[in-house]
């Protein structure tokens, strides 16, 4: 939504790298968590690939606006 919003091309860009930079910090945790608790391993997998594929999504977004 915040990127949605941005006030130029050059804003947007750089929302989504900070969107990036979130994600990553978010499958940081992720990884965190599940190695200090096993019996959150599971769900914390689950996570981790939806936000992998926010990191996907978000480079493909990234790439697009360099172009």
Sequence with gaps: MEANQASS???FKN???ICQKE???TKHWL??????R????DV???LWREAHELTLI???ISKTCSA
């Design 9 to 11: 091309k050059k804003d």
């Design 15 to 17: 929302k989504i790298r």
């Design 23 to 25: 994600v990553n910090e």
């Design 31 to 36: 990884r965190m968590i599940a190695k200090a």
């Design 38 to 41: 096993e019996e959150e391993k």
């Design 44 to 46: 914390c997998k689950k």
């Design 58 to 60: 978000f480079a493909k």
